[in-house]
């Protein structure tokens, strides 16, 4: 039995959450943060030609740290991995988070994806101890809250 030894080089990696600029929002005194997270969408998505997925990560307060541009997709589905979303929040220390995208067809309705995204996305959340407090569509003219419509339950988050 040979007792030789072989040296094997490991990787070391860092990770670093890099700051790509900001996105200036006005919000009423009294809003709340997922009024503050619908108007940033809202400004975000405006004139978007494709669907987009992002993440607005919260502090302990519910204040807004940042969002991150999970995915850009195609004219009407966008892929996204639950990994890709609380990668990007646990680097960002989030203690929560609100999901958002838009439906570049102007009608925010929830598709069936939409909805069986979500409750994914709540599961994980809530293993992972990063609870997801509203997945927020915006259409042209409006948007429509998730939580609102029941797919997030209040003792899930």
Not at 19 to 26: N, T
Not at 66 to 91: M, N, Q, W, Y
């Amino acid at each position: 039995m040979s007792t030789a030894l072989q040296q094997y080089i490991v990787p070391r990696y860092r990770l670093a959450l890099v700051r790509e600029g900001e996105h200036p929002a006005m919000f009423p005194a009294a809003c709340t943060c997922t009024e503050k997270a619908q108007l940033i969408c809202e400004e975000y998505f405006r004139g978007l030609d494709r669907e987009h997925l992002i993440m607005l990560a919260l502090d302990a307060k519910n204040g807004i740290i940042g969002f991150h541009t999970v995915s850009i997709g195609t004219l009407d589905s966008s892929l996204c991995h639950p990994r890709e979303i609380f990668k990007a929040a646990f680097l960002m220390n989030a203690a929560r988070i609100i999901l958002a995208h838009n439906h570049p067809s102007g009608d925010p309705t929830p598709s069936d994806g939409d909805i069986i995204l979500t409750k994914r996305l709540v599961k994980a959340g809530i293993l992972l101890g990063v609870p997801v407090l509203d997945h927020i569509i915006v259409g042209e003219y409006r948007s429509v809250s998730l939580a609102e419509y029941g797919y997030i339950r209040e003792e899930e988050t």
